[in-house]
């Protein structure tokens, strides 16, 4: 049984940052693509950020790039997201996803596990 488990949620003001971390049990962690997620209330979940099975292939969305950072450390089967230069459109309950192939996919269909997310809410 795949578990993901996401933590480092929280409230910060605009301009703040926040780190993101998904801690993964149940198949190899290694062998599969990473990608995170958020969904705003009354929105739609969104893509925001994908890394490929060893980590040197990175994918962001518009919206964030340049801002937030995706990583991985295998050997600890754990995910991050860095989060600078926090904005209030950012505000969204954030999940992480294991895919099920080593490439990377910005739909949510391409993941076939899920964490039950963690609150960032960025005030202005």
């Known amino acids: 049984q795949v578990q993901l488990v996401e933590s480092g949620g929280g409230l910060v003001q605009a301009g703040g940052s926040l780190r993101l971390s998904c801690a993964a049990s149940?198949?190899?962690?290694?062998?599969?693509?990473m990608g995170w997620f958020r969904q705003a209330p009354g929105k739609e979940r969104e893509f925001v950020a994908a890394i490929t099975w060893s980590g040197p292939s990175t994918y962001y969305a518009d919206s964030v790039k340049g801002r937030f950072t995706i990583s991985r450390d295998n050997a600890k089967n754990t995910l991050y997201l860095q989060m600078n230069s926090l904005k209030p459109e950012d505000t969204a309950v954030y999940y992480c996803a294991q895919s099920s192939s080593p490439m990377y996919g910005s739909r949510p269909n391409e993941y076939a596990y899920w964490g039950q997310g963690t609150q960032v809410t960025v005030s202005s």
């Open positions: 149940g198949r190899t962690f290694s062998t599969y693509a």
